[in-house]
């Protein structure tokens, strides 16, 4: 296909996205992923400025989904917190590897990117179906974007273990991320306040947010490292500062306005985009073996300790910490540039992490949907 009609199909694609989810009631983030399946299927291929796009649009919804979170309410229910983040991490990671050694043949180093793959739950996705419910402020909310950060970490400590192979960049890029964070509180807060710059046109807090994101990515690629646990940290000193101060609470909203609009479909469209469907129909076993060791795990780790805390939105939240996508396909992207996963097992697994990010999804908020918001027992 010409390259010069990709941008029409992709905003073709964003607009029937947001009317779909609008007319049946479900997150845009499926739409998005699956309407970007289909046009991979139809031979519509990403784009280099898409991947760039979408690389960024994760990076943007990690830094909102850190705004969102409760820091006093994750320092008063840490234990909690890490008891089902570890539980959501350990049980599809042993899972996957057992079933990808044992069952499917697969190498040692193969299998153990799937176990890892299928370890994360998906703070992209879990932050948009919250955001767009209007459950972001609940109890149940809060605590699960922090069960979902905290997976993450440790999906994201695993993959640094198995990947990363340290340099002076890498030094470079903790040395300078922990220096700028340690410090922005005071200065962005200025930054942002200033009389000059806020409440102008031509959006300054925002393009300086967009700014310093894209030095982390910038800077964690030159390093061989991931930008997504600075900018949720990010996130959560910069959400302090919207909370506390009314004169910057429009920042966000706005910021949310301008992602949602145009950058983080992106995110989810080249997800769809880059899934063989030719090789998830080679191996319709291996992809449903996959996929069912995926939400059996989640479910055996994480559904009791939820059902404790959340007796009426206990299933809802089991199935959010079931889904997957981003750093899972970190992981598989990761695997394949070093050798490890061949294209049909990179296809398969892709595969399988969309699923995970669509079928949990529209099951809890089409058949399991809270009757009404908690607070943490």
């Not at 996205?17 to 046009?39: D, K, N, P, Q, T």
């Not at 919804?61 to 309410?73: H, I, S």
């Not at 983040?85 to 190498?107: C, D, E, Q, V």
């Not at 925002?206 to 310093?212: A, D, N, P, T």
Request: include cysteine.
């Amino acid at each position: 296909m010409e390259p010069d009609k990709i941008p029409l199909i992709a905003g073709l694609i964003i607009f029937a996205a947001s009317l779909l989810s609008l007319r049946l009631g479900v997150s845009v983030a499926i739409f998005e992923i699956l309407l970007g399946l289909a046009a991979g299927v139809l031979g519509v291929k990403a784009q280099d400025w898409m991947l760039q796009l979408a690389g960024f649009g994760g990076i943007v919804l990690t830094f909102l989904a850190g705004a969102e979170v409760d820091t006093k309410l994750l320092r008063d229910n840490f234990r909690r917190a890490a008891a089902v983040s570890f539980m959501s991490f350990a049980a599809p990671l042993a899972g996957g590897y057992l079933f990808a050694r044992y069952a499917a043949g697969w190498s040692a180093p193969a299998s153990l990117i799937t176990g890892i793959a299928l370890s994360e739950t998906s703070l992209a996705v879990v932050y948009s179906v919250l955001v767009e419910t209007g459950r972001s402020k609940s109890g149940t909310g809060k605590l699960l974007m922090a069960c979902t950060f905290l997976t993450n970490t440790l999906t994201a400590l695993a993959l640094s273990l198995l990947f990363l192979k340290p340099n002076l960049h890498t030094l470079l890029f903790l040395g300078i991320a922990g220096l700028f964070l340690a410090f922005s509180g005071r200065f962005s807060m200025w930054l942002i306040r200033h009389p000059a710059l806020s409440g102008k046109v031509v959006e300054p807090e925002i393009k300086y947010i967009f700014f310093i994101l894209l030095g982390f990515v910038y800077l964690a690629e030159l390093g061989s490292s991931q930008a997504i646990l600075p900018a949720f940290i990010f996130g959560l000193l910069m959400g302090r500062h919207f909370k506390a101060q009314r004169a910057t609470a429009g920042i966000k909203s706005r910021l949310r306005t301008v992602a949602y609009a145009f950058i983080t479909p992106f995110f989810f469209i080249v997800a769809g985009m880059k899934v063989s469907a030719e090789a998830l129909l080679a191996a319709p076993f291996l992809f449903t073996g996959l996929f069912a060791v995926k939400q059996l795990t989640k479910f055996a780790g994480t559904h009791f300790l939820l059902q404790r805390w959340f007796p009426k939105a206990g299933v809802y939240s089991t199935l959010l910490m079931s889904t997957g996508l981003t750093f899972g396909l970190i992981a598989v992207l990761s695997g394949v540039r070093a050798g490890y996963l061949d294209a049909t097992q990179y296809s398969v697994l892709t595969g399988v992490l969309i699923a995970s990010a669509v079928l949990p999804t529209f099951a809890a908020q089409r058949w399991f949907p809270p009757s009404e918001e908690e607070d943490i027992v």
